[in-house]
Every structure is written in structure tokens, then in C-alpha cells.
């Protein structure tokens, strides 16, 4: 069983950074498929980035450019930096995990475990 928790999370305004992180434990990190979903109140959940064991990523299209997901497998850590914050990334980041890590996903379905997420918040 992995469990995941996420930091970093914050207050920030708009053009600004934050780095999220999500530290594994429980699994073998480096045979999981990692990624970063997003979730503002009455909305469903929505897919991030991913990143595979070998360090392969791929992106939604509204954070293509201003964020970037990237792990530590040593650290069984991974990160997501987001850059040009916009009121509009404003919500919950979740980190999930799922165990088919050569196989780049944005279901929700795919991932098998979850953190309880940390809160972003984007002034204007």
C-alpha cells in the first residue's frame, strides 16, 4: 500500500511560483507511474501532469509552458513547480500513483492511490 502526501501548497499571487511536492512511502516509488491532478470546489477533478519512472512527462494543455512535474526516485519524491500562476490554477493539488509505470495516463481511474492534497490559492 503507498501513501502519499503532498506539501507546498499556499497562498501566491498571480504571476507568481510555488513547488509542490509528494512524498511516497509504503511502495517501491521507482515502479510507479506518478502524477498531479486538480480539483476546484463544485468541479470535477481534472488531470495535471504525469510523469513515468524513467522520467517521461506529459501535461494537460492549460500548464504547458508554466509547469513542470519532475521525481526523485532516491527521494521517492515527486514535485511539481508551477510557474505564472493565474487565478484560474487556484484549487486542490492531488498527487496520485498507479502501478502500470511505463504507461502515461490523465484518468482519474488509472491511478490506484491518493494523497489528501494540499490547497493552492491564487490572488488577483
Known amino acids: 500500500q503507498v501513501q502519499l502526501v503532498e506539501s507546498g501548497g499556499g497562498l501566491v499571487q498571480a504571476g507568481g511560483s510555488l513547488r509542490l511536492s509528494c512524498a511516497a512511502s509504503?511502495?517501491?516509488?521507482?515502479?510507479?507511474?506518478m502524477g498531479w491532478f486538480r480539483q476546484d470546489p463544485g468541479k470535477e477533478r481534472e488531470f495535471v501532469a504525469t510523469?513515468?519512472?524513467?522520467?517521461?512527462?506529459y501535461y494537460a494543455d492549460f500548464v504547458k509552458g508554466r509547469f513542470t512535474i519532475s521525481r526523485d526516485n532516491a527521494k521517492n519524491t515527486v514535485y511539481l513547480q508551477m510557474n505564472s500562476l493565474k487565478p484560474e490554477d487556484a484549487a486542490v493539488y492531488y498527487c496520485?500513483?498507479?502501478?502500470?509505470?511505463?504507461?502515461?495516463?490523465?484518468?482519474?481511474?488509472?491511478?490506484?492511490?491518493w494523497g489528501q492534497g494540499t490547497q493552492v490559492t491564487v490572488s488577483s
Open positions: 509504503g511502495g517501491t516509488f521507482s515502479r510507479y507511474a
Open positions: 496520485a500513483a498507479h502501478s502500470a509505470a511505463w504507461r502515461i495516463t490523465s484518468q482519474l481511474y488509472d491511478y490506484n492511490y
Open positions: 510523469i513515468l519512472s524513467g522520467g517521461v512527462t
